[in-house]
Every structure is written in structure tokens, then in C-alpha cells.
């Protein structure tokens, strides 16, 4: 036998193209080249086969060895290739049935000793891999990563050695175990553990209720920060498909770690990060923080210090739910349906309308340090609260008070049932048809909106997510109908940031 075929997978960001490894034993001086758009990486794996096979006590063909991987126009990276290109030599040269290989993919980096190496992002490439209605083989260094798929279509081994006794029929590899991890992780921060804030912790339970995008205003130490980082735990779990999307993320990113399964994520960039690490991008189209952030929280703090340009590459995914990278050589679309909670001071010295201390800024330096923050993207944020320290209550031994976060998710999970009921998505994803079929309030509540539209002057994007919010607050009332009292704290909960100083305070 002289060819031999077989099957393993590229990783293209989300997307796990087939590729056929060609190996053909040709008349010739030995050697071994390797075809079909490879990058450095998968060149060099002539050299880690050739000693893998040698050492695992098998035989390198004494022949001329072409290894073609098509398609060709495809790039190939990694060490991800180097099972299936010893498997198809071992093939070729007679060591290995071909009859066997048609129903098997192979995944896995070859160390010199022939042992298995794991293979970064395999999750992704595993999510599409076991519906090709193969057995998969994967390093057992990855069976952790392989695992959150709970497929018995994937087989782990350790050594080139496991993989070929199982093909010659003298072995049988191990199915990657079943996951068993915790399928709903208790919150680690509790939201009893905020002394005060009522208004923005009726806030934070809205946006949990209905997915909203969320802006806290206040001074320094109003507790912004201590409030983002809790509303991970009001969320309703992750279905397994969620978490499957958001662990292969975290797979494709640069730590090349899974995310903890079913858990929320929460990312919270630094106010210099530049757009490729919010959106995405590089040579190689990797995940951005927002793409981390998909089904969990993207908290901003210190808004107005992040790059407008940063700022204004957000309002598309924030509309959309996913993001598209394009480069040069290629291009790819990543998920970002995350939850956007921002941070910001009322100013500069972050004192202004402060009861207690005096702002050091001029009106036209408030007035700058807003304008940082354009219309557009302040339009896309539906709750706008402002924290003072009047509503804060410390004393010398603070005592648990208020709804757990515990108790605060059971009724976000209710109302989030009411709205997958009512039409399977969630309050904030409503379109404009299904605004005016699912959000409209009764004649009242029709006449306050009216009325806050001509005198606050709110362009329909405004209207729309006043209607959001108001149906989100009858479904927490657990309310069939939206009515001028849902209205009415759906409009408190939102402010005009920078039509003047004036309105920088909530009555």
C-alpha cells in the first residue's frame, strides 16, 4: 500500500473545518515534506513524527513520503496534525489497517518520545468534530477540555503506541469521562453584603430580569464596583449549550483556558485597553473581551477614561449580539451577547452634586469629561443610575441586611420564565414589532411615555428601551400587562447624561 487517508480538523476561530491528510509513498530518496498552505509549526512536525514513530519501536518508511493536507488554500497552524500524520505513514506503509481509518479523527502533538501532547482550543474544534459521526481520538492531556461535551464518540490515549494497537485491534481506548461538575455554582459575592444603594440594587435586579444594559454614576467609594461584580450571581444558569459557547470561547483565548463550567463570566478590562483586546483581532482572529463576556457581564469601569474609539467599536455588537474581525488573509465572527455594566465619577475630581464635599471642576471640565461618552452609546444603555453616599449606610459592625443573592435570582429566573413564555427571548432582545405586540403600556402608561418623550427631548431608541425596561418591571411584578406605574420607574431608571449639570442628579 502506497496511500493512505485520513481525517483531523483545523481551527479557524469558532469554526473546525475537515482536513484530509494524504500520504503517498513515492519512488525516491527518503525524506518527508508536508504540503497544503502549513505554517512553521506543522513543517517542523516532520521532524517530531519521524522520532515519535522511531521511538515508540514502529518503522519510518525508507521511501520518499509526500503528506498533502487539503484543502490547500486552507492555513494551518499548530501541532494539532502530527497524530494524524504519523497514523497515515504507519497507514501507508502497511503498520496500520486503512480500512479502519475512514471512521476515526485524529487530534493530537506528538512529543519526540511519541507520547501525546494536548491540543489548544479543542474544545471548539471537538464541538463540531462529533457530529461528523466519527470517533474522535484526542490527547488524555485534554480529556479534561473534552469532557464538557459529554459525547461517548470521544476516545483519549496517551501514546502513539495506544492509538496504534487500538487500529490493529490489540486494544481498546477509554472514552473521555462524563463532566461532572457542579451545574449551578453559588454566587461568591452576596448582594446583602451592600450596605444601602436600594435604588441600585433595584436596578441591578431589573437588569438582571430582562438583560439591560446598565451605567452607574457616582463618587468614588458610592459602591459601583462592589455592585457590577455581584450581578454574576443574580443570572440565571447557563442551559448547557450556553455554557458549551462560552467555555470554547474562553478555549480560543490567549490563556487557552476553559472558562469554570456554567459560570457567568465576568471581565472587567483596564481603562487603557485598546480596541483589538475589547473587540478581537490579531494576526490569527482571537476572541476580545467582549466575546469572553458572551453570556455573562462586561463591567466598564472608569467609563469616560476608556478610548472613544474603544467606546464607539462596542456599539455594533451591543445591537447585533456578535462581532465580525476582518484582516488581511482572513476574517471571522465571533458570539457577544454579553451584559454591559459601566462605571463612571459625575467628574473629573468625581465630587459634582456630592452633598458632602465640594467639586474641584470647572462646569467646562464637566462638561468635557461627559462629552467623552457619545450619544449613540449612551442610547444603548438602558438604566442610567446615580449612587450617592446619603443612600450609603456604614457603621462600625455593618449587619447582613436586604435580599440574598440567592433570593434576587429566584425572581429574576421567574421572570425571565415569563419572558421565554411570552415570546423565548429576552426583554432586551425584543425588535420593534415585538415591542409594540409585547411592551405596550395601557393608555396611561402610553400618555406618561408621550409626555417624558417631548420634554426630555428621547429619540426612539430611548422610547424603545423605556418599553423594554417597563415590561421588565411588570414581568419582576409578575404583571401581564404594562402599566403607567411600570413606566414611570423604567423612565427614573434612565437619565440624559450631558444635556446639562442640572441633570446630573436623579430626584
Not at 467582549?290 to 445591537?319: K, M, N, Q, T, Y
Not at 456578535?322 to 454579553?338: C, K, L, Q, V
Not at 471642576?361 to 464637566?366: A, L
Amino acid at each position: 500500500m502506497q496511500l493512505a487517508t485520513v481525517y483531523t480538523r483545523a481551527q479557524v476561530a469558532l469554526e473546525a473545518p475537515q482536513v484530509t491528510v494524504e500520504v503517498h509513498l513515492a519512488a525516491g530518496l527518503p525524506g518527508l515534506s508536508i504540503v497544503g498552505l502549513a505554517e512553521t509549526a506543522v513543517k517542523e512536525s516532520k521532524d517530531r513524527v519521524r522520532a515519535a514513530i522511531t521511538n515508540a519501536g514502529l518503522k519510518v518508511p525508507d521511501r520518499r513520503i509526500v503528506v498533502s493536507l487539503a484543502p490547500a488554500d486552507l492555513p494551518k497552524s499548530g501541532g494539532r496534525f502530527d497524530l494524524a500524520i504519523a497514523i497515515g505513514i504507519l497507514a501507508a506503509s502497511g503498520q496500520v489497517s486503512v480500512d479502519e481509518l475512514s471512521g476515526y479523527e485524529f487530534l493530537g502533538e506528538l512529543s519526540l518520545s511519541g507520547e501525546l501532547r494536548g491540543v489548544p482550543a479543542l474544545l471548539p474544534t471537538l464541538m463540531q468534530t462529533v457530529h461528523s459521526g466519527r470517533l474522535v481520538v484526542v490527547p488524555r492531556a485534554s480529556a479534561g477540555e473534552a469532557s464538557l461535551l459529554n459525547s461517548d464518540r470521544v476516545k483519549m490515549a496517551a501514546h502513539l503506541l495506544d492509538v496504534v494497537r487500538h487500529l490493529q485491534g490489540l486494544g481498546e481506548l477509554n472514552a473521555v469521562p462524563s463532566n461532572t461538575a457542579n451545574p449551578e455554582p453559588r454566587a461568591a459575592r452576596d448582594l446583602a453584603e451592600v450596605q444601602g444603594q436600594h435604588l441600585a440594587k433595584r436596578a441591578l435586579e431589573i437588569a438582571a430580569a430582562g438583560n439591560h444594559n446598565l451605567l452607574l454614576i457616582g463618587p468614588p467609594g458610592t459602591g459601583k464596583s462592589m455592585l457590577a461584580r455581584r450581578l454574576p450571581g443574580l443570572l440565571a444558569p447557563m442551559t448547557h449549550d450556553q455554557a458549551l459557547v462560552s467555555a470554547a470561547l474562553h478555549s480560543l483565548s490567549a490563556t487557552g483556558k476553559p472558562l469554570r463550567w456554567r459560570e457567568r463570566p465576568f471581565r472587567a478590562p483596564h481603562h487603557t485597553a485598546s480596541a483589538v483586546a475589547l473587540v478581537g483581532g490579531t494576526a490569527l482572529p482571537r476572541p476580545g473581551e467582549i466575546s469572553l463576556a458572551h453570556g455573562g457581564v462586561l463591567f466598564l469601569d472608569e467609563l469616560p477614561e476608556f478610548d472613544r474609539r474603544v467606546l464607539e467599536a462596542l456599539r455594533e455588537p451591543l445591537e447585533t449580539g456578535r462581532i465580525n474581525i476582518a484582516r488581511a488573509g482572513r476574517s471571522a465572527e465571533f458570539p457577544a451577547r454579553f451584559q454591559l455594566v459601566a462605571a463612571m465619577n459625575p467628574c473629573p475630581c468625581g465630587f459634582f452634586g456630592d452633598p458632602q464635599r465640594a467639586c474641584r471642576c470647572s462646569p467646562e471640565q464637566v462638561r468635557r469629561y461627559q462629552s467623552r461618552i457619545s450619544g449613540p452609546f449612551l442610547d444603548r444603555l438602558d438604566i442610567v443610575v446615580e449612587l450617592t453616599r446619603s443612600a450609603m449606610h456604614w457603621t462600625p459592625a455593618p449587619q447582613v441586611a436586604g435580599d440574598s443573592s440567592d433570593t434576587v435570582r429566584q425572581r429574576v429566573i421567574s421572570a425571565i420564565g415569563w419572558q421565554h413564555d411570552r415570546c423565548n427571548k429576552t426583554n432586551s432582545a425584543l425588535v420593534a414589532g415585538e415591542l409594540r405586540r409585547y411592551c405596550m403600556p395601557d393608555a396611561s402608561g402610553q400618555r406618561l411615555l408621550s409626555r417624558a418623550a417631548d420634554k426630555l427631548a428621547m429619540s426612539a431608541r430611548a422610547c424603545d428601551s423605556v418599553l423594554r425596561v417597563a415590561r421588565t418591571i411588570a414581568d419582576l411584578a409578575e404583571q401581564v400587562s404594562v402599566g403607567a406605574a411600570h413606566v414611570s420607574e423604567a423612565l427614573a431608571l434612565r437619565k440624559d447624561l450631558g444635556r446639562s449639570a442640572e441633570h446630573l442628579r436623579i430626584g
